[in-house]
C-alpha cells in the first residue's frame, strides 16, 4: 500500500503506543450507558441481513435543499440552504461548512459504512451553474444519508435535520464527544465473525467486481440522459428561435415594386400567416424545455443518485483494505519484530526491569492486534450489509426507466399536438393554380420537389 503515511516504518516502541491508543479501543472500556437510539438494532434471526425493501427505504424521509443566497454588499459572499426534512417535519437553514461537518462526523462514527461523499468546495469564480450543481449534489447526500438504515436512526441525522439554534457545528462536535463509533455502540460488534460466511472474503471480491461494473454502466447511462436532457434544452431554443425569425420575416415592410409582384398578393398573405407562428413554435420550445427539465429532474438526477450511493461503496472497499486490514497486517509485523527482540533479550541476560517492559509491551500488542481482528470482523459484517443495501437499491432501476419513458411519451404527445393544431395554419403558405391556396401534401403523397 504505497502512498499511505502508515507504511512507514515505524520502531518498536512507537507502534505498540500508537496501537494502544484510542484509536482502536476495546468494545469493553467504555462502560458508559448510550441512548437506545445510538445502538443498532437487532432484528429477529441472522442480524447481518437486512429486510428492508426500497419503498421502505425511500419513505424513511424525504429532505428538500433549496437555495437561499444571501448578497452582503456588492458581492454575493455565501450560500445559503434552506434543508426541510418530512420525517421530521423541520426546515433550518444550513450553509456548506455544515454540510462538511456533519459528513466528517458520519465518518468518524461510522467508519465502516457507506458515507457519501460531498461536491467540492465552492472555488472562485464559481457561477450560478456551480452553485446549482452543488445544490443537487448535497440533496442526494442528505436524502440517501436520511434513508440509511444505521444513519436515519443516529442523533446526528436528527440534529442536522432539525436544530435550529445558531450553531450547529458545534451542536454536531458535542454530541459525539465521550461517544465511540459504531464498532464501540453496537452490541455485536465483538461476534461479528459467529454471524459471517465462511467464505466472507470471495463474496467480497465477487460483489466488489460486480458493483464495479454496475457502476461503469450507469455512468456511461448517465452520460447519455444527460446529452439527451441538454438536446432536448438544445431543441427548445432553436424553435424559439425558429419562431422568432418566421414572425421577423412576417413583420418586414420592406415595399416591393409592382413590377416584381405583378400585382400578386401572395407575399402578402405570407407575411400575414409567418407573422403568427412564433405563438406556436414558443409553445413548442416550451414543451421541449419542460420535456429537458422533467427527464433532468426523474432520469439524471437519480442515476446521480445512485452513482453516488456506488461510489460511497466503492470508497468503504477501499477504506477496509487501506484502513483496518491494512492496520491489522502492519500490527501483526510489529508483533513478530517485538517477538523476536523479546528472544534476543532473553539470549543476551538483559537486565529484568528491560525484559519486563518488552513483555508489557507484548501483551499491550497482543490486545491491540485482538481488538483489531475484531475490528476486521465487524468491518466485513459491515460490508455484507452495505452489499445487500446496494442490492436493494437496484431496483430503482426501473423507476429510472419508467420516468425516462414517460417523460418521451408525454413529451412527444405534447409536441404532437401542438404541431397538428399548426399544420391548418400553414394553408395560405401554399398556392397552387391561379394563386389559389393549396394545403400542403402528407408524407405519403410524396415530396413537393421530388417533381
Request: proline share 6%; charged share 25%; with cysteine.
Amino acid at each position: 500500500m504505497t502512498g499511505f503515511e502508515m507504511d512507514r516504518p515505524l520502531p518498536a516502541e512507537a507502534a505498540a503506543a500508537d496501537l494502544a491508543t484510542a484509536d482502536l479501543p476495546k468494545p469493553q472500556v467504555i462502560e458508559q450507558r448510550e441512548p437506545d437510539s445510538f445502538r443498532m438494532q437487532m432484528p429477529q434471526g441472522n442480524p447481518l441481513l437486512l429486510s428492508h425493501t426500497l419503498q421502505e427505504l425511500l419513505a424513511r424521509d424525504t429532505v428538500q435543499v433549496e437555495l437561499i443566497p444571501e448578497k452582503k454588499g456588492l458581492f454575493l459572499k455565501h450560500v445559503e440552504y434552506e434543508v426541510s426534512s418530512l420525517r421530521f417535519k423541520s426546515s433550518v437553514y444550513r450553509r456548506y461548512n455544515d454540510f462538511v461537518v456533519f459528513h466528517e462526523i458520519l465518518l468518524q462514527k461510522f467508519p465502516y459504512r457507506m458515507v457519501p461523499a460531498l461536491p467540492p468546495k465552492r472555488m472562485l469564480g464559481a457561477d450560478r451553474e456551480f452553485i446549482e450543481t452543488r445544490r443537487r449534489a448535497l440533496k442526494r447526500f442528505i436524502n440517501l444519508v436520511a434513508r440509511h438504515p444505521p444513519f436515519s436512526e443516529d442523533v446526528v441525522l436528527k440534529l442536522f435535520l432539525s436544530f435550529s439554534g445558531s450553531d450547529i457545528q458545534n451542536k454536531l462536535k458535542e454530541s459525539v464527544q465521550c461517544v465511540g463509533d459504531e464498532f464501540m455502540i453496537c452490541k455485536l460488534a465483538t461476534r461479528a465473525k459467529d454471524f459471517l460466511p465462511a467464505d466472507i472474503q470471495a463474496q467480497f471480491a465477487a460483489s466488489r467486481e460486480l458493483i464495479r461494473n454496475i457502476y461503469n454502466s450507469f455512468y456511461k447511462l448517465r452520460d447519455r440522459a444527460e446529452r439527451i436532457a441538454s438536446r432536448a434544452i438544445d431543441n427548445a431554443a432553436d424553435l424559439l428561435i425558429f419562431g422568432k425569425e418566421l414572425s421577423a420575416l412576417g413583420s418586414d415592410t420592406t415595399p416591393l415594386p409592382s413590377w416584381a409582384t405583378m400585382n400578386n398578393s401572395t407575399w402578402g398573405m405570407l407575411k400575414q400567416a409567418l407573422k403568427g407562428l412564433s405563438v406556436e413554435f414558443a409553445l413548442l420550445a416550451d414543451k421541449a424545455a419542460q420535456q429537458g427539465k422533467q427527464e433532468e429532474n426523474d432520469v439524471v438526477e437519480k442515476l446521480n443518485l445512485f452513482l453516488d450511493l456506488l461510489q460511497s461503496y466503492k470508497d468503504l472497499c477501499e477504506r477496509h483494505e487501506k484502513g483496518v486490514l491494512h492496520k491489522h497486517q502492519r500490527a501483526l509485523h510489529k508483533y513478530s519484530m517485538m517477538k523476536k527482540q523479546m528472544m534476543s533479550a532473553t539470549v543476551q541476560n538483559r537486565e529484568p526491569e528491560s525484559v519486563e517492559q518488552l513483555e508489557s509491551r507484548i501483551v499491550e500488542q497482543e490486545n491491540a492486534i485482538q481488538t483489531m481482528e475484531l475490528r476486521n470482523y465487524f468491518s466485513l459484517y459491515c460490508l455484507h450489509q452495505e452489499t445487500q443495501l446496494i442490492h436493494i437499491y437496484l431496483p430503482l432501476t426501473s423507476h429510472i426507466l419508467g420516468a425516462f419513458v414517460n417523460s418521451q411519451i408525454q413529451g412527444h404527445k405534447e409536441m404532437s399536438k401542438v404541431w397538428n393544431e399548426l399544420k391548418p395554419k400553414l394553408s395560405c403558405l401554399f398556392s397552387g393554380p391561379n394563386n389559389m391556396p393549396t394545403p400542403p401534401r402528407s408524407p405519403q403523397e410524396g415530396n413537393v420537389f421530388s417533381h
